[in-house]
């Protein structure tokens, strides 16, 4: 691109990446906007972030369509190439130079086939010299007067074959030639086009380049800590403030080395907790994982500021540091004349020295601090560097078996934090666990014995020890032991607490499964009992016009022996699909009046009597009044208000089933051309305006049952004017139902074409 700017001509294979540069910018830019406009997506912290740089990038779709349209990475020798619909000069030019080169084929195969000339062939085929048409010609047959004539182009190793152009082919050789020159001149003509508009739009591209190189390497980064499952820290400032919760602080929960985790090793997660301007000791024996935590923090702290995602459990919080100093390892040298301890010493002064510079803001890492001479004037030095540190605002970690260092945190508590690493004294192997707050025996004579030294050996180191010194390395072995123990066991509780909640999560949703289901089972259950309540009405209905036709024509006996007959097997159909009920408690009650309180068993429900008719009475539950036979009552208690004395007269006579009477019919008079106008009452009608179809259907259903039960001729469903459309379902619905012997719309008292009065009972 810099070359383009200049005024150079590209290549094509230059070209090319120009392109995929653009199709690059293209699909980012694209990506954006699609994620960006789904729904809780453009708010996300990392879409925001990448709007910065994606609205820096220059797509320049006319550059891309006419990079696109002339450059291909495949040409015919497997490089990037000028493509024939680059231009329409190119096109033509390419398409002579192919014309011309089967025609010269062509000619060269008739010449190689011709006698006299296959003749002073070394062989039966043509090849190409120099980009012309040549044929393979014996050497002593070429010197012979009047054998095949022309020029030579090359010769074999040997000088046995000459390769000849023929004098027939030289002026198709000229032509093929002269086309293949100015396609040549065509193509070199489209590159130095597309070259200047490369170069003109050079600050854009190279602009576009760094932001792909940033989105790579932020997408790189992301992919990296898919590896190891890393989370997105929280980095905030380094510098400690007067409010100590203000105050930086390096907080990683179930950290793991990153390396370890990379290399596939099975790595114990700790848990890492130290305040921006304290020391971290850890203490514990060898081969403990003392180095591991210590290197576990830099890692990770040199990770969040490069940008990279953390191996913690939860979001790791760390501050940002400008500088970070570490002394782990042995970097003596005799070629520097550095001995162990000369070495850290070295290091330990530029930690002072960036601590003191910075005021704060820097970590230090120090592994074994001052080992490599005397361990009590190393001990010495050792506390007088931390405390000398952590003065100057310094984050300090360090690994140590100094007993010295070990007593900081209650000389200077919240300044210095002891740590140790676990080590079990059962399986006599470290455990790899970091105890925050708890000191750790160095346990060297335990790892001496682990790793086989001589028991003789181990008994006179322990003879020569102090007696108080080994009893209290003994005593913080037990301390680790027993809170090794504790973790373990509350690691278990909250294995026991997860698998709980994800259990009671899995009832709750089969719970909330098995509800669902009884719901959709009980409304089946509902369709298929109005259906079949329906179904039993209409049959009822056939039977009363066979009744009554049957009483006319003089056969009322006939006609009353087969409905009974058609009764009773409807009955034992009936019981033989029914479920035997349990027994419901009590007896019937001996005598009832209307106002008393009354348990309906077949509903499961109270109700108050309305009236009594013979063996059975019509009870009031809820909204919905029914008639149920006395035996299917039980008595509740007595009724709450003063009833009127009735004066005693003739009662009527009660009509029965098994001994029907038949019943004048009033219903005709409203039906017919001198219809009378029926007087729409709440107990006659039902109103479905403003219900769906289906819901004002199932209403209907309901209240024509309820009709039936309380024997209404003539009923009006009230569906308003509106659009129609409901007022059309529910008609063609009442058409369809067979206990409905006639409907008309409503005349103009009743609501005119806003109802429906419909003859329910013949």
Known sequence: MVRASRGVMLLPAELLAALRQLQAVKLCVDLHAAVAAERGYASDPGVLTLATRIGELHPQRDLAAALGRSIAPDGPEGEPWVVDGASPGLQKARQRVRELKASLMKAASRLVKQTGVSEVLQDSYYTEREGRIVLPVRADAFSRRGSLTGIIHDSSATGQTLFVEPSELIEENNSLRAAQMQAAAEERRVLEQLSRSVGQAHAQLRGNQLQLIAIDAIHARLRFADAYHGLAPEVGAATASEDEEAMGRFELIAARHPLMVLSGVEVVPNDIVLEVGSALVISGPNAGGKTVALKTLGLCALMAQAGLRLPTRRPARLPLVRAIVTDVGDDQSIAANLSTFSAHMQHVCAALAAAQALHGGTLVMLDEIAVGTDPEQGAALAEAILLALTEAGATVVTTTHYERLKLLAQRFPGRFVNASVGFDLEKLQPTFRLLIGVPGPSSALTVARRLGLPEPVLQVAQGLMDEGRLRVDQLLQEVVAERDRLISTRQAVDRERAELRRRNQEVAKREAAALEQAKSRKQKAYDAASAELRALHAEVAELRKSVRKAEKEGKIDVALGTAKEGLQSGREQLAERREPAAKAPGEPPVQLSPGDRVMVVSLGKEGEVLAVKGERAVVQVEALKTTVPLSELRSLRAPTRTRAKVKPGVASAIHRWEVPEALPSTAGKHFGEGAAAIEVGIDNSVDVRGARADDALRAIDR????????????????????????????????????????????????????????????
């Open 703 to 762: 209240f024509l049952d309820e009709a039936m039960q309380r024997d209404l001729e003539v009923v009006v469903v009230i569906h308003g004017h509106g659009t129609g459309a409901l007022r059309k379902a529910v008609r063609e619905h009442l058409a369809e139902q067979p206990f409905i012997h006639r409907t008309r719309p409503g005349m103009q008292p009743e609501g005119g074409e806003g109802v429906t009065v419909v003859w329910v009972q013949p």
